[in-house]
């Protein structure tokens, strides 16, 4: 036998696998998740200097004015009133946003956000409206003030939904339920679900409405490059510039005589002379507690505003998120949407006592200005409000600005609310994007967030009569605002299908583990530097109001 026979045969060593190859770095480089954006020239605690922060001041002011005039042209001559009630009531409207939005950044949320009137009221409202349509008024005025009284009556009641939710913690409490997965559809909601009010208003005067769009655009994001000395001025106050030429050209085409044989919706949208508000607006009027008489209490529509001001705090939850983001500040906490949302309910009552036509909500537009300036400091958001009760308090040089085509705020709503939506989808980084699961439950809350409002919208008459029509007329003003709200639509959707679908076992891919500690007072050490009071009121305000 060989010697070979006394030996066992060795198995070679095993051949060890490549490593995968990585083909993310072979195509390009990946982008780590950032949870705050570092493009930021000013974020929420740093401030520019006082000329740049005053002229940024009055873009928040022109921006937000554009809603105010928009609801108060809708409504008030529904209810009888003319060009003088509706110059009053956009006062009234101004000097309440100024007021709140002081508040909001002083003992609310802390976020850099305007509150300005919400269109999530105009259902409640026009079923008031419709209410007294067929009741006899000696004058169109007189029926003006009855329904603005029952407004406000309605509004004094409502606001303690949101009082309730905020300081009874209620909401805080829904918020702790929120995951990324969550938070995005409502977020991308609060600016995609305005798109009504974006094109369809520009292509309303598609002679001033398109250059608009074009010219912010083009200045903005490309002249800005090609002239490196303006850089920074038309980074941040492009939408000023913009806005003056095409009023200007506005101007010029209606002196022209360039509308006056177009159709009566083309010379209301196009011309600068058909807003009336220069002509009939005091020129000093202080918005005073029930200037326009007692208010009126009815069962029926102080219901129907709840849902209202419930729709009004979705909205304002995902603007917050979103605002939080653009200022360069961590996710906001429970306890910070617990007084944001409680502050907004006492503001709220005193819109009512001060009879403003409708309820107030964080502004979309204004947080996207946020990112379109790159400029999220809350002083400057805080200055605006001295443009806001300056305005609504002399009249005239109120009015002059308010008279701007609505065609041509809705271009700037295009760029604004699609800055807004970018945002949300942004956070989606912190969540599994390749999980089936994760991907099921963001695309139906994001879709039905959209079809179902979609539907209530195509099915509502232009009185406000929604496709909920039973005979109990408050129930049907609940349904038909909740549902009509893209937010408050992705809320419910998403709140419950993220916390009931294998919730337990897939916390760490619905980004759980990243989102928890924003949600506790104490859960970040950064919460504290940027939602605290200030001057250490802290120490003064009983825990519940923290």
């Known amino acids: 036998m060989g010697e070979t026979d006394h030996h066992h045969h060795q198995a070679p060593p095993p051949v060890q696998a490549p490593p995968p190859q990585n083909f993310g770095l072979s195509r390009g480089p990946t982008w780590t998740p950032a949870e705050q954006l570092l ?13 740049q922060a005053i002229l940024l001041a009055f873009q928040h002011y022109i921006v937000m004015l554009g809603t105010t005039v928009m609801i108060a042209t809708m409504l008030v001559p529904a209810m009888g009133g003319d060009h003088g009630d509706k110059a009053r009531v956009i006062q009234t409207l101004l000097f309440m946003s100024g007021f709140n939005t002081l508040l909001q950044t002083w003992f609310g949320s802390r976020l850099p956000t305007v509150m300005g009137a919400s269109y999530a009221f105009v259902i409640p409202v026009l079923s008031t409206i419709n209410d007294y349509t067929d009741m006899t008024f000696s004058s169109g005025h007189e029926r003006f003030l009855y329904t603005i009284r029952t407004i406000q009556g309605s509004l004094i009641v409502s606001s ?3 009082v309730f939710l905020g300081y009874g913690r209620i909401w805080g409490n829904l918020i702790r339920l929120f995951s990324p997965i969550v938070v995005v559809p409502v977020v991308c909601l609060v600016g995609l679900g305005l798109f009504a009010r974006g094109f369809p208003n520009v292509a309303s005067c598609i002679q001033i409405g398109l250059p608009m769009l074009i010219l912010l655009v083009i200045t903005q994001q490309y002249f800005k490059r090609l002239v490196p000395r303006a850089h920074h001025v038309l980074e941040k106050f492009a939408l000023l510039l913009c806005a003056a ?7 010029i085409l209606t002196v022209a005589g360039a509308y006056n044989t177009a159709r009566v919706s083309t010379q209301t949208n ?13 020129w000093i ?9 007692t208010p009126i209490f009815k069962a029926s529509h102080v219901f129907g505003m709840m849902g209202a001001a419930l729709v009004s705090s979705a909205e304002s939850t995902g603007t917050f998120f979103a605002a939080a983001r653009l200022s360069g500040a961590t996710p906001p906490p429970a306890h910070v949407f617990n007084r944001g949302i409680g502050l907004q309910g006492i503001c709220m009552l005193a819109e009512g006592i001060f009879g403003s036509l409708v309820g107030t909500t964080a ?16 002083r400057v958001v805080q200055i605006s409000c001295a443009f806001m009760i300056f305005f609504a308090i002399f009249g005239k040089f109120g009015a002059f600005f308010a008279s701007i085509p609505i065609p041509i705020f809705a271009a700037i709503y295009c760029v604004l609310y699609g800055l807004v939506a970018a945002v949300g989808i942004s956070l989606i980084q912190f969540a599994n994007t390749n999980s089936m699961r994760n991907m099921y439950v963001f695309g139906l809350t994001l879709f039905l967030g959209i079809s179902i409002p979609q539907y209530f919208a195509m099915n509502s008459a232009p009185d406000g009569h929604g496709p909920v029509r039973t005979n109990a007329g408050w129930f049907n003003d609940i349904l038909n605002t909740i549902f009509s709200s893209p937010p408050t639509v992705a809320i419910i959707v998403g709140t419950i299908l993220d916390n009931t679908l294998e919730a ?6 619905r980004g759980l583990p990243w989102w928890a500690p924003f949600q506790a007072r104490k859960g970040d050490v ?21």
Request: net charge positive; glycine share 4%.
């Open 526 to 546: 950064r919460n504290d530097e940027f939602y605290r009071f200030p001057l250490k009121l802290t120490e003064h305000i009983p825990s519940r109001f923290r």
């Open 363 to 378: 502004s979309v537009e204004n947080v996207g200005l946020l990112g379109l300036t790159h400029i999220g400091s809350r």
């Open 270 to 282: 196009c011309r600068t002379d058909r807003s009336y508000l220069l002509s009939t607006a005091p």
């Open 160 to 162: 303690l939904i949101n």
């Open 504 to 509: 337990k076992h897939t916390a760490t891919e």
């Open 285 to 293: 009027k202080v918005p005073y507690p029930f200037q326009w008489g």
């Open 39 to 51: 493009q930021l020239h000013y974020c929420i605690h740093s401030n520019p200097s006082w000329p």
């Open 245 to 251: 030429v095409v009023w200007a050209f506005a101007a």
